[in-house]
């Protein structure tokens, strides 16, 4: 089961930092992702990162601003939010799929989802 959490309201140019916690398998064996739906708009691949954390991989309009990260001990991956949009705005969701690389995360099947997460940056 993943758990989500860390969303809220944060002005254009703002930060956030979102939390997904893992339990009930073994982590270390999941390329863990981020992705979000923005109201009326399909769910698009943010972000993931490979199993030990040496491959990540981002969807163009985020590269820059937002850092993946994982802590295999703490069964926990962090999406790090910088110089946040109005387009960011979205329901954020945490996913995990068995593999080594992060690059497979942008196709399904996925093992696991996240319950969401709602991320607003007003302007």
């Known amino acids: 089961q993943l758990q989500a959490s860390g969303g809220g309201l944060v002005q254009s140019g703002g930060s956030l930092r979102l939390s997904c916690a893992a339990s009930g398998g073994t982590f270390s064996r999941y390329v863990m992702g981020w992705f979000r739906q923005a109201p009326g708009k399909e769910r698009e691949f943010v972000t993931a990162?490979?199993?030990?954390?040496?491959?990540?991989y981002w969807t163009d309009s985020v590269k820059g601003r937002f850092t993946i990260s994982r802590d295999n001990a703490q069964n926990t991956v962090y999406l790090q939010m910088n110089s946040l949009k109005p387009d960011d705005t979205a329901v954020y969701y945490c996913?995990?799929?068995?593999?080594?690389?992060?690059?497979?995360?942008?196709?399904?099947?996925?093992?696991?989802w996240g319950q969401g997460t709602l991320v607003t940056v007003s302007s």
């Open positions: 996913a995990a799929k068995i593999g080594y690389t992060a690059q497979i995360m942008v196709t399904p099947p996925y093992e696991s």
């Open positions: 990162i490979g199993r030990n954390s040496d491959t990540t």
